[in-house]
Antibody
Framework: QVQLVESGGGLVKPGGSLRLSCAAS????????MSWIRQAPGKGLEWLSY????????FYTDSLKGRFSISRDNTKNSLYLQMNSLRAEDTAVYYC??????????????WGQGTLVTVSS | EIVLTQSPGTLSLSPGERASLSCRAS???????LAWYQQKPGQAPRLLIY???SRATGIPDRFSGSGSGTDFILTISRLEPEDFAVYSC??????????FGQGTKLEIK
């Protein structure tokens, strides 16, 4: 069965960096787009970025302003999110999700359990 | 950028009742690009509906989606205790790629 397990969250000071990982299993990882989505405490979901199966196509939401970088290692079935210049408003649970795409339409059919990132001094 | 507005913010109903949750887009969208997710406290979201009306694998048939243009509805025909959760709609577009509504909390009355 499809499993996605995030790791790497924790407490970081404003201006600091963190690298999140998502270990995937149960499917052919290199076939699928993958996304990072976050949810601030008590707030709604916010999509951040996605990456194609080959890693050649990447999109980010505009609000990240180049501070975050998505990548993947298909040899390790892993997805990553490098987060730099972190701010208090980046405090959230970060989810990785598989993007199921068909006929030009995509949606997230499997999600990890999330990893909490807290940005505070 | 498409903005999705969900209403009501909170819906209080009893088990056995019918629930109708609204998702309104700021401009007309193709129904192909509209999905619904369920999220329970402390859990990851779960895909319920994609393409506005297609149920995801394993989703009970009491869940249904409908709508077109700017107005979309998630209907739960008869509420079970496990259905009380937060429901979010999502649009797949161009920029940003995905947009979520702010969510509707379905609570037990």
């Amino acid at each position: 069965q499809v499993q996605l397990v995030e790791s790497g969250g924790g407490l970081v000071k404003p201006g600091g960096s963190l690298r999140l990982s998502c270990a995937a299993s149960g499917f052919t990882f290199s076939d699928d787009y993958m996304s990072w989505i976050r949810q601030a405490p008590g707030k709604g979901l916010e999509w951040l970025s996605y990456i194609s199966g080959s890693g050649t196509t990447i999109f980010y939401t505009d609000s990240l302003k180049g501070r975050f970088s998505i990548s993947r290692d298909n040899t390790k079935n892993s997805l990553y999110l490098q987060m730099n210049s972190l701010r208090a408003e980046d405090t959230a649970v970060y989810y990785c999700a598989r993007d199921r795409c068909s006929n030009g339409v995509c949606y997230h059919d499997y999600w990890g359990q999330g990893t909490l990132v807290t940005v505070s001094s | 950028e498409i903005v999705l507005t969900q209403s009501p913010g909170t819906l209080s109903l009893s088990p056995g009742e019918r629930a109708s949750l609204s998702c309104r887009a700021s401009q007309s969208i193709s129904s192909r690009y509209l999905a619904w997710y369920q999220q329970k406290p402390g859990q990851a979201p779960r895909l319920l509906i994609y393409g506005a009306s297609s149920r995801a694998t394993g989703i009970p048939d009491r869940f249904s989606g409908s709508g077109s243009g700017t107005d979309f509805i998630l209907t739960i025909s008869r509420l079970e205790p496990e259905d009380f959760a937060v429901y979010s709609c999502q649009h797949y577009g161009s920029s940003p790629r995905y947009t979520f509504g702010q969510g509707t909390k379905l609570e037990i009355k």
